[in-house]
């Protein structure tokens, strides 16, 4: 748990805005010594800062990162579960539900979606997370979709994780077909590390980027646009990272004959 949580720390030390915001300082302290490379530092920081924050670059960059188009819900055939990744703000009290611990944005997106999906193809649910994270995920589904999951992973801290715990809950039932729903950037990853357990996986992204039209505020800077510059950077660096781990057998994956559905 520890290596864990010190992969958090540097993993968001490395992205931005911290990582160049750190550069930055770099550049101050050189200002003395050697003034040209710290302005230059500076200068890089600040335009890099500019450009990430918004949403011509972020649009670009989330771009890259997803790769399914959204759920064919007329072509579920062997289906059998629906998945829900954890990860968004958690409410740990939320007076307004009566005191329980409720999904806030982006994880309620999520949760929303797989009701939906849910109730279109009356197949059950499974939701992966950490700790009161999925406590949140069973509180919300219950009380704002009158949902209860048939399955619940409370022991998951990353995607790695979610995929090899959910994959022996749901093998326990003869459960070898899921739906997945994650973010649409997160997918690529989260599709690959459930196939390398065995389990065969129909993509359903959400929250797909819809093309912008040119306008002048796209090129000022937001704190949307660098949130979702954040997220794809992370998954655009992540991906790479789990094929050097999964080759290097740092992290033990089942040889496999499931995979993405082609649809």
């Keep these: 748990m520890l290596l864990l949580h010190i992969k958090t720390v540097l993993r968001e030390l490395v992205l931005p805005p911290a990582?160049?915001?750190?550069?930055?300082?770099?550049?101050?302290?050189?200002?003395?010594?050697?003034?040209?490379?710290?302005?230059?530092?500076?200068?890089?920081?600040?335009?890099?800062?500019?450009?990430?924050?918004?949403?011509?670059?972020?649009?670009?960059?989330?771009?890259?990162?997803?790769?399914?188009?959204?759920?064919?819900?007329?072509?579920?055939?062997?289906?059998?579960?629906?998945v829900i990744l954890g990860g968004g703000v958690t409410h740990a009290v939320s007076p307004e539900y009566g005191g329980g611990p409720t999904a806030g944005p982006g994880l309620l997106d999520k949760l929303a979606y797989g009701a939906y999906v849910s109730r279109r193809s009356g197949l059950p649910i499974l939701i992966t997370g950490f700790g009161y994270e999925t406590d949140a995920m069973q509180?919300?589904?219950?009380?704002?979709?009158?949902i209860q999951p048939r399955w619940i992973d409370r022991d998951a801290y990353d995607t790695f994780e979610n995929a090899h715990n959910a994959a022996a809950l749901l093998k326990r039932d003869g459960i070898d077909?899921?739906?997945l729903i994650?973010?649409?950037?997160?997918?690529?990853?989260?599709?690959?590390?459930?196939?390398?357990?065995?389990?065969?996986?129909?993509a359903a992204p959400m929250d797909i980027q819809a093309q912008r039209p040119r306008r002048v505020g796209n090129f000022i800077p937001s704190a949307e646009a660098l949130l979702r510059s954040y997220?794809?950077?992370?998954?655009?660096?992540g991906e790479p990272v789990r094929q050097i781990l999964a080759a290097t057998h740092v992290r033990r994956e089942q040889p496999s004959g499931g995979g993405a559905d082609p649809r």
């Design 231 to 237: 997220e794809a950077i992370y998954e655009l660096i």
């Design 139 to 146: 509180y919300t589904l219950r009380t704002n979709f009158d």
């Design 19 to 82: 990582g160049l915001l750190l550069l930055g300082f770099v550049g101050l302290l050189l200002l003395s010594r050697r003034p040209r490379l710290g302005r230059s530092l500076i200068a890089f920081t600040l335009g890099c800062l500019w450009l990430i924050s918004t949403r011509l670059i972020s649009d670009a960059l989330v771009s890259l990162a997803q790769s399914y188009p959204s759920l064919d819900l007329s072509r579920l055939d062997g289906a059998q579960a629906i």
């Design 182 to 202: 994650t973010t649409a950037v997160h997918m690529r990853r989260s599709v690959r590390e459930f196939a390398s357990t065995g389990l065969t996986v129909l």
């Design 177 to 179: 077909r899921v739906i």
